[in-house]
């Protein structure tokens, strides 16, 4: 399998390497020449645990590392750091199936993906021989950052930087962060939104002649953002995963059809499900929750793409994304993988912030629905829920959960599967407004007290952890100064 730039079909890169580079540097993203298709029935895949479907996932993506490689990876990432042997478990309430993602160690779906990437970036370094220390880089709205912290923290051969804005995450995600050990860490608040963070990790990774002087200091970058296929394809796994569960429970039949709807920022999430989809698992339709910054849903509806409108801070902050990285890749799918027209469709969205596809993308656009949730219908949502089964579901999982239960009549009957995202214990504060109408003016920990005795659930280790931990990073820049400070971390 080789992989090219969305920007330059020319490109072609066996997986190990589009893992450590991250990002091509045409400012494309890598994807794979084609797209595979499962080599067994879901009658033998539902019989496997999370690690042996996930060798059967990965074995097609990542061909160039051997199946040693590849399973000792796997084998290291989805160990003990779960709380759960399922890893991915599907609880079922309300008529639909919520699955979990959020049991690894920073209770969100990041996890999923970045506990494995460091393990096969070192395997990839080894492979090719790289003789420079791996700088991660990384842009957060929230969950990336402490799951890449968490994943690199003390991985030798690596250093990893993150950025976030530095009031655009909730007080537990931020509390994550700085509090985050590790001497090859450094976390950086940015006066400004995510947009901004991203933007400029991009613009630092596009800059040639920066890349040259640090790589003869023995320095070079890559990417822990959802761009990089070692992050995009372990996502795969979890909704064939879902699938395989449903079956082999008989709650569906062979080769019946599932919906799968999942609240989305990047489009990193939904388009592992689209790949899953485009690999023969069995799926009607694969929805698309936004919250207020809606720009995906207007996109999936019009076929504009527009970028220019302000940004709003929501109570499902990891999903407040104006420039949707991911759907690039779904954008080079859609022009029947036509890197120039792609590349046309990109520039102008850098010149203009704004695109339009054709009408035969748009017709393509079919596998999707779309659908948002404003921050009262989200806040609802989880009350709803709550009041009806007393499950609790963080304020990311509510937008699907309220898109889905907004589109179901216009769907056909099959079973759904919500990509619950994060635990409600990272955003207690929105939860309990939510609840009990009365967070406001109460601090984080009590918070998550009464949630935990309102939703009978234990507090998750990764709450207790950061309690009594000291702030470690307290490093506060202007967006302009984010270069600057990556030559510091690396002086
Ligand atoms: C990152 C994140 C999302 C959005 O996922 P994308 O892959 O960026 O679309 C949704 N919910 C939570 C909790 C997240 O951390």
């Known amino acids: 399998m080789l992989y090219n730039s969305t920007r330059n079909k020319n490109l072609q890169l066996p997986a ?52 040693d490689e590849l399973k000792s990876c796997i084998a290291s990432a989805y160990d003990e750091k779960f709380d759960t042997p399922e890893i991915a478990p599907l609880v079922y309430a309300g008529n639909v199936y919520y699955l979990e993602l959020f049991h690894g160690k920073t209770i969100a779906f990041k996890d999923m993906a970045l506990s494995i990437l460091p393990h096969l970036m070192t395997a990839a370094a080894k492979k090719n021989d790289l003789k420079e220390e791996i700088v991660i880089l990384t842009a957060t709205s929230g969950d990336t950052g402490k799951a890449a912290l968490a994943g690199f923290a003390d991985v030798p051969g690596t250093r990893i930087m993150v950025f976030y804005p530095k009031d655009g995450v909730s007080p537990i995600q931020k509390l994550q962060m700085v509090t985050q050990t590790g001497s090859n860490t450094s976390v950086v608040g940015v006066n400004g939104n995510f947009d901004d963070c991203q933007s400029a990790v991009k613009a630092i990774f596009n800059d040639v002649q920066y890349n040259k002087e640090l790589k003869e200091k023995g320095f070079c970058f890559s990417s822990a953002n959802s761009i990089n296929i070692g992050r995009l394809f372990p996502q795969v796994v979890y909704y064939v995963y ?3 569960r449903l079956l082999k429970d008989g709650r569906i039949n062979a080769n019946d059809r599932i919906n799968i709807c999942v609240p989305t920022g990047n489009f990193g999430n939904i388009l592992a499900a689209y790949y899953a989809k485009r690999m023969g698992l069995p799926v009607n339709k694969l929805i698309c929750a936004s919250n207020d910054n809606k720009v995906l849903f207007d996109f999936l509806k019009t076929g504009v793409y527009d970028k220019n409108r302000p940004f709003i ?101 099959e079973e759904t599967v919500i990509a619950s995202t994060a635990s409600p214990y990272k955003f207690a504060s929105s939860v309990m407004k939510a609840l009990s109408g009365e967070s406001v003016g109460k601090d984080d920990m009590t918070l998550i007290d009464e949630l935990s005795s309102i939703s009978n659930t234990e507090i998750p280790q990764a709450v207790k952890e950061i309690k009594n931990a000291p702030v470690r990073h307290k490093n506060e820049i202007e967006k302009e100064d984010m270069k600057k400070a990556v030559t510091e971390f690396l002086s």
């Open 313 to 413: 801070l929501t109570c499902s902050p990891s999903m407040d994304i104006l420039i949707s990285s991911n759907l690039e890749r779904l954008i080079y799918h859609l022009t029947g993988n036509n890197d120039e027209k792609c590349a046309s469709l990109m520039n102008s969205l850098t010149g203009s912030g704004r695109y339009e596809i054709d009408a035969d993308m748009k017709e393509q656009l079919s596998d999707f629905m779309e659908g948002f949730a404003t921050e009262e219908e989200t806040l609802g949502e989880i009350k709803r829920l709550y009041d009806d089964t007393g499950y609790v579901i963080d304020t990311h999982t509510a937008v699907a959960s309220y898109v889905y239960n907004s589109l179901k009549d216009q769907l056909t009957g």
């Open 242 to 244: 879902a699938y395989c």
């Open 16 to 67: 190990s390497l589009a893992i450590l580079k991250g990002l091509s540097d045409d400012g494309g993203l890598f994807v794979p020449q084609e797209i595979p298709t499962f080599d067994k029935t879901f009658d033998e895949l539902k019989e496997l645990d999370y690690r042996e479907l996930a060798y059967e996932v990965m074995k097609f993506y990542f061909d160039d590392f051997t199946e």
